[in-house]
């Protein structure tokens, strides 16, 4: 499978400003060191709790922020893995002049603030064809009408403001706007998080319909599980700024390999009745980004945590295929936790 | 459904909005009433001198104000110019004060406020120094500093509002753009390559305009009464200059009459000053309407 | 299994711009003592202002046009009924916070951002325990063990005793207002803060003593919702509803809430409302479970007999609709909107999109009736199934 987006070592730092003079205290370290490859035509899926930094690790691939650190790549459709183009701190007027223009997009969590809400709907999905190529108005009209068909809207909808639709349908008009500009690579950044359960399946649906037909690759930001295992390939699990694992998604659901995935599984409130099971309950909060813990972050809430774990940061290794973890007692975990302890996952039974 | 609909429906949406007030009705039917008058002056009070309307027709020169009469419906202040000529002409030196300064102020203070707000950084920095600047020069002197090296006149005090006001857009601009600069739908803008001149004119400014309209309309008024001062004070119009401000400064000497009758020329102050009352009541009670009709909290449908 | 409260044929109506929204219409259902009750639905289908009219907070434009709300206080007798919406807004004062309590949604929203968090759950107290904390302080003073002289001693006995049997004579309220003779009030503050502590520990919060000290910003979320808990169970109340309490908590916090308000409902409280659009925790935490769809309750059953044999074709779609761990396949989704509750289908507000529609779906909307050992549903296409015999 053919790379598209390359993330090496990347960091974002936000400085927390103090004092009179504004002098820098401390940073709050969003991401802290971000090691992850994108494929074509993958769904990867990125989940974590609110903090973890995966909102911000979409917001800079598509340069919405600049990394304070690391190297952001992407790679050409037809060019050999090689040729990558650094875009790590290309700046958005020079995209056009890579012909990137267009080419990563992103959906938002919330409807209702993501739409322009003086604009109609025409307006909305115009406006990222306008930027690229210049139409006659005609033309312009047929080519929005096609894309609200393809969302699941109709002609009748163009003369609208966003206000007078519903979430999952002003979701379908985010979706629009930004396949409007022919993307290669889109960031979905809980884009059902907002919605009712049956409109969620709706638009779940529909991206998963897109994605194949227009041959995109997405990055699907949530920190709902049971989505993430619906419409993702692959998925990494990111807590205080560093990715703990990443794995295939049916690997990662049937042998997590990091106490944190444990944690974050058994704690999914599962639909079905009569399924008893021993919840892995963490202790604490999550710490401050801006205060990280020393060595492993995950030390302080951690079941199984050692004097390693407190001194010494645990690599991202390789542990099988396409399957990679950062824990130092990563390969006892099968001793630590009973495989049917608090396991969700019917196929693994004892 | 054609292109006006949705425009239509929003409209009448707001309209009911502001309307539910009964002040609002008060506030507009005043309003048309003043422009009313304002429009038809030259049919309502016909000028006496075809090249200058503004200059009230005065018979004589006597100071003593004299009473309304059939020839002179609200009577004559001192120097004998007509009252009611000077009331209706001066609704329209009322109006050019007002949408002068307030327009010119809109656009300046809006200019900056925005580049401020969507920028930040240093260009924030720079304007907002500068704006501080304009605070601290008081109206009123920069009105005499004008005033003394360029003469009297009412042109002379708009330039000399104009040039200040312009610094309460700026905050609020400001503040409002850096409210909404964050909004997902001003970076899904980013996002796809759009021109920073673009997002401001097409997402930014028609959501950040509402504060700008509710303090404008308020404006409106506050300019008549800051103008009519400085006429008080005698900065202002020229002698004879058909405005409010200007009949009230000649009313001056006669506003407390004689000891035995002290409302005798009640009328020398009573109807230029009542020309500006109604005139400022109708332009904020229309602010006080569309603030409650633009407020985002209550605008739920 | 004793009730606790119910409502008959609740009705609440909006009066808006765009016409009367009927959001709740004609809504019945049944809390025992001892039981966990889960109200389910999408958003806009009413479980909120369900809660809020039982609670009776319901705003303008909103009214409460119809129905009961019965609630069943004191011991086993079932005697001491009454209904809710008769009561006077002072008795509904003294019964918020006190027999029932709610939690939302949003603890930013719910906790007041410049007051210490302990100052907001000792509010709880001194609204509602004056006159047992005045008794109580009353009882210390006067005790003969206490030799410390004390100058006001005598002054403050007098006040106590007097705050004790009437905690809102005018006599007090007065002196609540001349700055100084206002101090007489320490001592029930520290009481209040005494007893805050008190209940933030038992919630397994570590430090309650400095906790209680701190700002709401200064906390994190799981540890505000916990703050939220404490103000709602501070004078132990019957029953708690919970309006979407975790709907906005991580996974890993939600958890500890959840298993939290499970102990809690062992230990102290009786029954729990427990609004939420997630099935997942009403699997995990329900005893019995009702469905809404646009303002009418579609569905009433006990948690087992709900998730294993689903009645109502909403139901039914609901649960195809959530993404399952052990599902293969694609997601079923439920066609169409959400409608319009100011201008509601006819007849049963959810044949616009059930695949199982018969012609007096359209015309009459269906009653909550029983169908199988107390499984109640309003769906014509299942009264049918069941007369024709296809339920057994």
Redesign the interface.
Known sequence: MKKILELQDLKKHYPIQKGVFRRTGSTIKALDGIDLDIYRGECLGLVGESGCGKTTTGKVIIRLASPTGGRVYYHREMGNPDDRVDITGLKKSSFKKHHLQGKLQMVFQDPASSLNPRMLVKQIIAEPIKAKVRLKSRVLEDRVIALLNRVGLTEDHLFRYPHEFSGGQRQRIAVARAIAADPEFIVLDEPTSALDVSVQSQILNLLKTIQKTLGLTYLFVTHHLLVVKYISDRTAVMYLGKIMEVASTADLFSTPLHPYTHALLSGIPIPEVGRKKHRMILSGDVPSPANPPPGCRFHTRCPFVLDRCRAEEPALVKVGKGHRVACHRQHEIDLLIPKNHNHPNPEISH | MSHRHPRLRELRFTLYRIFRNPSAIIGFTLLLFFTGVALFAPQIAPPKYAHNPYMMPHKGYSPTPKPPSASHIFGTTAGQYDIFYGAVWGTRTAFKIGLFVVGIAVLVGITLGSLSGYYGGIVDELLMRLTDVMWAIPTLVLAMAIVVAFGRGLDKIMIALALVHWRWYVRVIRSEILTLRDRDFVQAAQILGISDLKIILRHLLPNAIYPVLIIASMDMGSMVITASFMSFVGLGAAKGYADWGQMVALARNYIIGPPDDPLKFWYTIAVPGGCIVLFVLAWNLIGDALRDAFDPKLRRR | MTKLLETIDLKTHFY???GVVKALNKVSLVIDQGQTFGLVG??GCGKSVTAHSIMRIIQEPGRIEGGKVIIYLGEKSQCASIDLLQQSEAYMEGLRGNQISMIFQEPNAALNPIMRVGDQVGESFLFHRKKEMCKKIFEALCAPKNNRFHPLKKFQQIVYRSAARNPDAFVLRTMDMIPLIRRWQNRLKKEAKRRAIEIVGRLGIPHPDQIVEQYPHQL????KQRIVIAIALACNPTLLIADEATSNL???????I??LLAQLKREAISSILLIT????????TCDRVGVMYAGNIVEVAD??DL??RPLHPYTM???D???????EG?????KG??PNLGFPPPGCRFHPRCSYTIDVCRELLPELIEIENNHLTACHWVMERKKTGRIS
Do not use: C, R, W
């Open positions: 808006t711009y765009e999408e958003s994190s979320g799981g540890m991580d996974v890993t916090i939600q958890a500890q959840l298993d659009h997630d099935l997942g925790v009403v699997a995990e948690v087992k998730f294993e779609a609901l649960l609709a959530v993404p399952k761990l052990s599902m694609k997601l079923k989704s439920i909107n959400v």
